[in-house]
């Protein structure tokens, strides 16, 4: 079985999302996973992985830390589900980040969205790598069924799920 070290940055929605998503498969014997926070990775965490999978990476130690892998022989895995090559406006990153963001990018073996389209313009901004998309797991049990009738009392409703950083967007489109 192979051992999978997932390198996130801080731990959110998308996190628990998707390392939620990987020790599903973890249970049906795909792999064997441990999570860690860049800041707390270490260097028998990297000797202990067959592969990495860096979540929304965008920081200076994490980019580090897939150079290093990539010396072990290690097969890196990128996952965006936004698009930090070009962000909404008023949101930047900064050079920095930005550096790491790409230098993630160009050292990835294979780049993993939920979104094809993003998947293939993030590939192509580092000339192009393979890439794959993630749908996450819905349990039967998680999954909810439609109200047998709609209430319709002309008013429209909208649901926008995300966090806070997307206030600026969601502004834009209503």
């Known amino acids: 079985m192979g051992k999978l070290l997932i390198i996130y940055e801080e731990f959110n929605p ?57 010396r072990m022989n290690r097969f890196c895995v990128a996952y965006w589900d936004d698009d930090y090559s070009e962000l909404v406006p008023g949101l930047v990153l900064s050079p920095a980040r930005e550096k790491a963001f790409r230098e993630i990018l160009r050292l990835s073996d294979v780049i993993v969205s939920p979104n094809p389209l993003l998947a293939e313009k993030l590939a192509k901004t580092v000339g192009g790598k393979r890439t794959a998309l993630f749908d996450t797991i819905v349990r039967q049990k998680d999954a909810a069924s439609a109200p047998k009738k709609l209430q319709d009392d002309g008013l429209v409703r909208m649901v926008y799920a995300a966090g806070v950083g997307h206030t600026l967007f969601f502004d834009e489109i209503i």
């Open 14 to 70: 998308t996190e628990e999302i998707v390392i939620g998503a990987l020790k599903e498969a973890q249970k049906r014997g795909v792999f064997e996973i441990e999570a860690r926070r860049s800041a707390q990775v270490t260097a028998s965490d990297l000797s202990w992985a067959d592969s990495v999978f860096v979540i929304r990476g965008n920081l200076w130690l994490t980019a580090q830390l897939c150079k290093r892998a990539k």
